[in-house]
């Protein structure tokens, strides 16, 4: 087992729900996104956010629109669609699920803590 | 003394020493190459000019010079193309690709059922021999136009091999070894199958 390869992968998934979970408030800059992301420690290199949030949009997760900026050229918004809104409920529901089942795997194995 | 070259990225100018330049540069390249094979890779590619151009402005500012230093620490925030994503390709195609299929290793004729035009025997065959199925049909149907032994042929096959079933079959059909892994994607690919085929069904009536 690659550990490093496992991290890798949760980090994924986790960061995949996240960015859905922040643009579920409404219309975010991708720059804010990387704040509250880097806040909660969930991003080590920017540069994952930008394909990512490309595929989700071309998934139908996302849409964006073009705002003006007092700072320079328009920047791209992001909020979620219906069918991102609906993936979201889905993955709420499969965290909590997952973070119940790894509670009891953990608490029954209490040795291993 | 060192030269400074006027840059433009998405809109925004800059000043950059000619050694900032080039590293810059050669990190830019690095993820252009990464992403131009892809649909949507301009799209990625511009995205992340637009993020290093305003991480230059809150550095330097609009007229201010860009040096190595900013440069390096800007490559350190992004990080390098190959910490972007990970490799492995989020493409979900369900059509199988013949041509791919070469080691002949645990290889099995089977029916080929989820790429069927009549009953699989040819897109089986083609599984089999590692060779697009078309090569088949059209043998197939030039044996029907000559004297209708292409029929006979293809009726007989249809009796003779079983199609693929289980997942295990289809593993063997398509000449992967019956590992735990293997059967998970395998089942992954049964379920995008039957929900495609479902969705397709229900629209149909609708």
Redesign the interface.
């Known amino acids: 087992m690659n550990i490093e390869n496992v991290k890798a992968q949760m980090r994924k998934g986790v960061l995949e729900y996240c960015t859905l979970s922040i643009l579920s408030k409404g219309y975010a800059y991708a720059s804010d996104i990387i704040k509250e992301l880097k806040n909660a420690e969930l991003i080590v290199v920017e540069g994952t956010l930008y394909p990512l949030l490309t595929r989700q949009k071309n998934a139908g997760l996302l849409t964006y629109k073009w705002e003006e900026s007092t700072q320079g050229p328009p920047r791209k918004y992001y909020k979620l669609t219906e069918k991102g809104e609906a993936a979201l409920n889905e993955l709420n529901k499969s965290w909590n699920y997952l973070t119940q089942s790894v509670e009891k795997i953990r608490t029954k194995n209490t040795g291993n803590l | 003394m060192k030269k400074t070259i006027r840059i433009h990225i ?3 100018i800059f000043n950059i020493d000619e050694d900032a330049y080039k590293i810059l540069d050669k990190w830019l390249n690095r ?1 252009s190459e990464k ?1 131009k094979n892809e649909e ?1 890779g301009e ?2 590619f511009n ?2 000019e ?2 290093v ?2 991480l230059f ?1 809150e550095k330097v500012g609009n007229e201010g010079v860009v040096t190595q230093k900013e440069v390096e620490e800007i490559i350190k ?5 190959e ?4 490799d492995e390709e ?1 493409v979900t195609e369900n059509k199988t690709d013949y041509s791919k299929k070469k080691s002949r290793k645990q290889r099995r004729l089977y029916r080929d059922e989820e790429n069927k035009i009549i009953a699989g025997v040819c897109s089986g065959l083609g599984n089999y021999f590692g060779i697009d199925p078309v090569i088949f049909r059209l043998l197939f149907v030039a044996g029907l136009i000559i004297g209708g032994f292409g029929t006979l042929l293809y009726i007989i096959l249809w009796i003779a091999i079983p199609k693929a079933e289980t997942i295990a079959q289809k593993l063997e059909m398509n000449g992967e070894p019956v590992t735990i892994s293997n059967i998970e994607k395998a089942i992954k690919e049964e379920i995008d199958w039957v929900k495609e085929k479902w969705f397709r069904r229900k629209k149909r009536r609708n």
């Open positions: 998405s809109g925004f993820i992403y949507d799209e990625i995205d992340i637009m993020r151009a305003e402005e925030t992004m990080g390098q193309p910490d972007f994503e990970n989020p």
